[in-house]
């Protein structure tokens, strides 16, 4: 008795162990990683699925997931991963990450995705992924960064995205879109970063952006180089920017630009009192730099070009101590540069001023700044002389001073410097260039032009300076001939006729490639089994004609004399400007006679005896019978 109730015990206890284990999911004892062997089959099966769809070391694969009793995160990021993402992640339902940004994943994103509903982070940035955003992806109201940036998915950014209120950061850049901005986009009001930049894209700006009171950084801008490498300047985005973006008090960055908005900017985003980076851009936008912009006090970069912003610098530019950088080019500004730049001795290091209506002089407050690396003033009528004041500034590393009305001489002072970029172009400064500039020896980059005393056919670099090695990378750009120092065989002049002469060597090169190439080509058939050695080099050079031999003989000497030129000019027996004529011209004879060649051995190959065609196309394993000179040049 006591063992019939013992098995019956023993059989009511295994029946309600295999009725426990049909209704929960089974711990595999077949792990795909090694870190996971407490998934339950459902688990394993799906990672097991998402594996196989990918082409991965199976280590890189495990490397990249967390997993205890469930799949937690996939990190592949910058990995080498091929192939598609299955739709079995949506039966990872405890997955909070996912990382796949600068992988090779095709196809689509899967509307399963929308199924794993604990995904927080979704990163699918900088892959080929194609097709649309699936409107699945509003199911995911856990959510708390999306990236899709630099991929191939189209369409319509989906208002089902609306629903996840609980984003942080949302990055759409570099993607080709069509429609509008969604104006559930306001109901993010958690959301801290926002970017994003499309082509495509039209309609407004919604107001109902200003509902997102805890955004830091806002971008909106368009993507010039979409996946397509097409080129896109600008955005369709029309209308105004909403008024309501300037009560967002919290903005620390903000980037706005190529788009069509017009009327003024928000006094509010000029004057944030957080904010320390603004960047206007290709915009339509009118009105002028407030004076409010000097209760930005953290602002460290103010960057506003090619709008048509009016107005003058305001004098209130010189309460912001923290910045770094002002770049003001292409507006409609006018006035004098404001003394109170000055100010910013602590921490200004970048000022560029360019294609602006500014006049006056150069501050010589400008010399109080102590941080200073690099002063731009290009094409403005600005008037007076160069203030010596300038080259007191620190470290003071760039100076361009282009189309500008400046006269006066060029100070001695210069030569106190630490620049390694100096650029004097088109100045009304009289005398000469200074003996002083032989001082700098950090100088790597010289730009010297269309100055009134240099009107003579030759000019000399100063005796006093002696360069050689890394400090002797220096270019030159003045229209008339450069006596190069002996000891100094990397300065080079730049000029129109210098450019056409890179061009030309360029060709020449091309041509010596090719030469060599066709003559590997020819004795490498010659020396094949079945062809007599030298049969198909002499065929074809008995029968071009006496011209095809004439040009081909040509276009060798021609790029042998090429050589010689540049070697007689770098030795100091030919002067710059027999460089450049001999090269002018016997350059453009080996491109013509390269051209001519090149179709001619096409030609006399193709017509080649029929029984040796048919041993060369056997040994070669190529068809003589469809070459073409393109053909021809893709093969060598």
């Known amino acids: 008795q006591k063992d019939a109730q013992m098995k019956i015990w023993c059989c009511a206890f295994l029946a309600a162990f295999l009725l426990l284990s049909a209704a929960t999911d089974e711990v595999t004892d077949n792990p795909l990683c090694a870190k996971c062997t407490e998934l339950s089959a459902n688990e394993t099966n799906a990672l097991r699925a998402i594996y196989n769809s990918l082409l991965v070391n199976l280590d890189t694969f495990c490397h990249g997931v967390a997993c205890s009793k469930t799949v937690g995160s996939i990190f592949l990021w910058d990995t080498q991963v091929y192939g598609i993402l299955s739709p079995q992640i949506g039966m990872l339902k405890s997955l909070k990450h996912l990382n796949l940004d600068g992988t090779q994943i095709t196809g689509t994103i899967p509307t399963e995705i929308g199924e794993a509903t604990s995904l927080e982070d979704l990163t699918l940035s900088n892959t080929p992924l194609s097709g649309t955003i699936p409107t699945e992806i509003g199911l995911l109201t856990r959510m708390d960064s999306i990236n899709f940036s630099s991929m191939r998915v189209t369409g319509t950014i989906p208002t089902e995205m609306g629903r996840l209120t609980r984003l942080s950061t949302l990055q759409i850049a570099n993607m080709f879109f069509t429609g509008s901005i969604p104006t559930e986009f306001g109901l993010f009001t958690g959301l801290v970063d926002l970017e994003i930049s499309m082509v495509g894209c039209d309609g407004v700006l919604p107001t109902q952006l200003g509902n997102l009171v805890n955004l830091t950084s806002l971008t909106i801008s368009n993507a010039p180089y979409i996946s397509t490498g097409a080129y896109h300047d600008i955005m369709n985005i029309s209308g105004t920017i909403p008024t309501e973006l300037g009560s967002l008090s919290r903005l620390q960055a903000v980037v706005l630009e190529g788009f069509k908005v017009t009327g003024a900017l928000p006094t509010g985003i000029w004057s944030a009192p957080q904010l320390s980076k603004l960047v206007i851009s290709s915009l339509f936008l009118t009105g002028e730099i407030p004076t409010q912009i000097g209760k930005a006090g953290n602002l460290q970069l103010l960057k506003v070009q090619n709008t048509p912003i009016t107005g003058t610098i305001p004098t209130q530019i010189g309460a912001l101590t923290n910045l770094s950088g002002l770049i003001l080019d292409g507006l409609q500004i006018s006035g004098e540069i404001p003394t109170e730049i000055g100010d910013l001795q602590n921490n200004l290091a970048y000022l560029t001023l360019t294609s602006n209506l500014i006049s006056g002089a150069i501050p010589t407050e400008l010399g ?243 029984d040796l065609v048919s041993v060369v196309n056997e040994k070669l394993d190529f068809s003589f019978s469809s070459l073409t000179p393109v053909r021809f040049v893709g093969l060598l």
């Not at 100096?422 to 269309?450: A, C, F, M, V, W």
């Not at 790029?559 to 002067?575: D, F, Q, R």
Request: aromatic share 10%; net charge neutral; proline share 5%.
């Open 368 to 610: 109080r700044l102590r941080k200073f690396g690099e002063l731009s003033f290009n094409n403005m009528p600005i008037t007076g002389t160069i203030p010596t004041e300038l080259f007191q500034m620190k470290p003071f590393w760039g100076l361009s001073l282009r189309n500008l009305n400046v006269t006066g001489t060029l100070p001695t002072e210069i030569g106190f410097c630490n620049l390694n970029d100096l650029e004097l172009y088109g100045l009304d400064i009289s005398g000469t260039l200074p003996s002083q500039l032989g001082r700098l020896q950090n100088l790597l980059k010289l730009t010297i032009g269309h100055l009134p005393f240099l009107t003579t056919d030759c000019w000399t670099l100063p005796d006093s300076w002696h360069m050689d090695g890394y400090n002797c990378d220096i270019y030159l750009s003045f229209e008339c001939q450069c006596n190069l120092p002996a000891n100094c065989n990397k300065i080079q002049c730049h000029h129109p006729k210098m450019m056409l002469q890179s061009w030309i060597m360029f060709g020449v090169a091309m041509f010596v490639v090719f030469a060599v190439l066709v003559g590997i080509f020819i004795f490498k058939s010659s020396s094949l089994p079945g062809v007599p050695s030298g049969v198909l080099f002499s065929h074809v050079w008995r029968e071009i004609n006496i011209l095809e031999k004439l040009f081909y003989l040509l276009a060798l000497l021609a790029s042998l004399a090429v050589v010689g030129v540049m070697g007689a000019t770098k030795s100091g027996l030919m002067p710059l400007v027999g460089q450049e004529i001999g090269s002018m011209v016997v350059g453009g004879v080996a491109i013509v006679a390269a051209l001519f060649v090149g179709v001619s051995v096409v030609v006399r190959v193709k017509g080649l005896a029929p």
